[in-house]
């Protein structure tokens, strides 16, 4: 069988360790249980190994290359990706200059047989996804380029503190950086009636308390709640990059990106 023809999921996918094609069963169903709970408790949900080791070998490899075809983005944003309030201090949360900078290899340019888009097209992943949500049922986005995309932190790349505008986020760890590339947030900084600015400051002048830093290891996929949860990418150094995946879920179908966020993240809008 070559690359191109190979579909499903299941070598993908560490079934025996996590079995979601398998939710029915009572052993499915305390799998989905412990997701929630650590998803309520922790804000996160982390499943170490999700990915088998030969489809995350794959994945960077894919991600080398891949290279060419790459854009690269290096940008400043304030931690919730809205203009400057011009009205307050420079250092207020709503005016603070956070700085981004990465490479993304949109889903456009993965190929079909990829780990990661076999992944993304199984219903039992999505399924499994909303169960840990409590949501009755999520969709697949319609966006050419951001549906599934890779994303590569060389030397001096980092994601500077944000909240994110989805209300939860899906990631595949591919490989750490050398070093740095650390993936630290705070769980629950702000809700939808508290925006804590006074909390948000206190993190972004350095104070470390409350700061959860996540270990990863390859093949880990996590679910979190990034709406509510401040979080970044610590700077890479090393020549070994850092490299992962977001996989873009949502409660309506149609989902695309709109023209300016294409444009900033993937430089081109289709
Ligand atoms: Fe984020």
Request: charged share 25%; aromatic share 8%.
């Amino acid at each position: 069988m070559t690359q191109s023809t190979v579909i499903g999921y299941r070598d993908v996918v560490d079934l025996d360790r996590y079995p979601i094609d398998q939710l029915d069963s009572e052993q499915g169903r305390d799998f989905v249980a412990s997701c929630r709970e650590a998803l309520l408790r922790d804000g996160v949900c982390q499943l170490p190994g999700f990915v088998v080791p030969d489809a995350v070998d794959r994945m960077v490899e894919l991600a080398a290359e891949l290279g060419d075809a790459a854009h690269r983005s290096d940008s400043t944003h304030t931690v919730y990706f809205e203009p400057v309030d011009e009205s307050v201090p420079a250092e207020h949360p709503t005016a603070a200059q956070q700085h981004s900078a990465k490479q993304t290899i949109a889903y456009d340019r993965i190929p079909e047989s990829a780990p990661i888009r076999r992944l993304y097209a199984a219903d039992e992943v999505k399924d499994f996804i909303a169960a840990v949500l409590g949501k009755p049922r999520l969709y697949r986005s319609d966006d050419p380029l951001d549906a599934v995309m890779i994303a590569v932190f060389r030397e001096g790349d980092e994601l500077g503190w944000h909240f994110d505008r989805s209300e939860f986020s899906v990631t595949v760890m591919y490989q750490d950086a050398e070093e740095g590339g650390h993936f630290d947030y705070y769980p629950g900084l702000r809700s939808d009636d508290d925006s804590n600015y006074a909390g948000v400051q206190q993190v972004l002048d350095g104070d470390s308390a409350g700061v959860i830093r996540l270990p990863s290891s390859p093949g880990t996929l996590a679910i979190f709640h990034g709406r509510h949860a401040m979080h970044r990418v610590t700077p890479t150094s090393g020549s070994t990059p850092r490299i992962n995946s977001v996989l873009t879920y949502g409660e309506d179908s149609g989902m695309r990106l709109n023209e300016l966020t294409a444009d900033l993240f993937y430089g081109r809008t289709q």
